[in-house]
């Protein structure tokens, strides 16, 4: 994924349709809400096998479409606030391996504040 190639569409693509006065950090924030409820939406009602096995059905594509206006929301706001998204991406997955060490963390979901200390 071309990060920057994106952005500069989405530029281009606000400024043509004069957006740019309604895409304010808060603004977007919203409507990236709104889309990841909308992904809620469709997966809600499935079982835990039932959401890891759409494969090629309805369902499947409309979490892509959710997925997709998801990603755009965060590439937006990423541009308009001048962050570099790929760099406080790599940031956290950093910090996220040593809160989560293999050691302690492989084969549970307990948050890194409940691990023991060993």
């Known amino acids: ?32 809400s709104a889309e990841v409820g909308e ?8 079982t835990p096998d039932q959401s890891a096995e759409l494969k090629d059905t309805k369902k499947k594509k409309d979490v892509e479409e959710e997925l997709a206006d998801i990603t755009y929301y ?16 790599w940031d956290k997955m950093n910090k996220n ?7 302690k963390a492989k084969g549970n979901a307990k948050k890194y504040t409940e691990f023991e200390d060993s």
């Open 74 to 89: 965060v590439l937006r706001i990423a541009d308009i606030m001048d962050i570099d998204l790929e760099e406080v991406l």
């Open 97 to 103: 391996a040593a809160k989560y060490p293999v050691s």
């Open 39 to 46: 992904l809620l939406e469709v997966l809600q009602w499935l």
């Open 1 to 32: 994924m071309n990060i920057h190639k994106i952005q500069e569409f989405q530029r281009h693509f606000a400024k043509e349709r004069d957006w740019d006065q309604f895409h304010t950090p808060k603004n977007l924030s919203m409507a990236l």
